[in-house]
């Protein structure tokens, strides 16, 4: 921006360039509300150790997997949700020590969120078509990421293997042809971005007390990413600004940048949101009481199969 001069002197810049520093009762007020986050994840943290992730039988993630056989439809969400809880995790950890950084938090609450946007976007369709649509385009997409990885790293043929996991993606769609063509498989999945916006409307439709829009959802995650790579809008917007000097030759004025409390608490309660909504999607899923009439009926043809192969080797 160019400054006009006045006598040799630059006119001050109008305006602040981030967010002002919080106040000692702001801090406080912000400190209050941390202990319901921490409870709500030390409840997230219990789930493991609970056998919650573990599948009912004859549920619909359970019915999932055994469609899309070799594959295990159900273990992406699973993983994802139990990444994110470790990254809220070691936020909370970091913030417990008092040195708190002033922006590696948002890189942490990034991956949360990513990675309970993908775990929601995988299991929220009703339809067992999609379900396993989504998963084995998320399973190709691996192939695809691990291969490229292999080449970065300077593999001589990162392709290998390619052929084995094609394989495998084709018998899993040949036991479920209900999830489409392979052309469909194959195309590139969803990203980041468009599982944020899917995500974002069912966080939204299933946590109305928080008077969240779903605009705000996708603006803290796209926040998050600007802070994890160093751009300056995202910075302004997230963090305080103290200014500590000015210099009316050059109209530069110097200032340090900090996280507040204030940030990580409406931060930290986006991604508990989003986590919490994966977990509760999850549940629903890998519960047997909750099968639909489709869960009934393959159950069924399922079983039937089953005592039909014993037959054959009595």
């Avoid at 997230?44 to 573990?54: A, K, N, Q, S, V």
């Avoid at 969120?113 to 976007?121: K, Q, R, W």
Wanted: proline share 5%; with cysteine.
């Amino acid at each position: 921006m160019q400054v006009p001069k006045t006598r040799g002197v630059r006119v001050r810049p109008e305006g602040r360039t981030g967010r002002p520093t919080e106040t000692g009762e702001e801090e406080a007020q912000a400190a209050a509300l941390l202990p319901p986050l921490w409870a709500r994840i030390d409840e997230l943290l219990t789930l493991d150790d609970r056998g919650y992730f573990e599948l009912e039988p004859g549920s619909a993630l359970d019915l999932d997997d055994c469609v899309s056989y070799p594959h295990k439809i159900s273990g992406n969400p699973r993983l994802g949700i139990i990444g994110a809880i470790d990254h809220v995790r070691a936020v909370r950890m970091i913030i417990d020590t008092g040195a708190v950084p002033m922006n590696s938090l948002f890189t942490l609450l990034r991956s949360a969120l990513e990675t309970a946007f993908s775990a929601i976007y995988l299991l929220e369709p009703d339809a067992r078509d999609e379900r396993i649509r989504r998963g084995l385009r998320d399973l190709h997409q691996e192939m695809v990421d691990g291969r490229n990885m292999r080449a970065d790293f300077g593999a001589l043929n990162p392709r290998k293997g390619d052929e084995r996991r094609v394989d495998a993606l084709r018998r899993a769609l040949a036991g479920y042809p209900a999830a489409g063509p392979w052309a469909q498989i194959k195309a590139r999945t969803e990203g980041s971005t468009a599982r944020g916006g899917i995500a974002s409307k069912i966080i939204v439709s299933r946590r109305p007390r928080q008077g969240r829009a779903e605009y705000s959802i996708r603006g803290y995650w796209r926040a998050f990413s600007g802070l994890t790579h160093g751009r300056s809008w995202a910075a302004h917007a997230v963090l305080d600004f103290e200014e500590v000097g000015y210099d009316a030759v050059t109209g530069t004025v110097t200032g340090r940048m900090t996280t507040s409390l204030r940030s990580i608490v409406g931060s930290m309660a986006v991604a508990l949101d989003a986590i919490e909504v994966a977990v509760e999607i999850y549940g629903r899923r890998k519960a047997e009481f909750m099968r639909s009439p489709e869960d009934t009926a393959l159950h069924a043809r399922l079983l039937a199969e089953e005592r039909a192969e014993d037959e054959l080797e009595d």
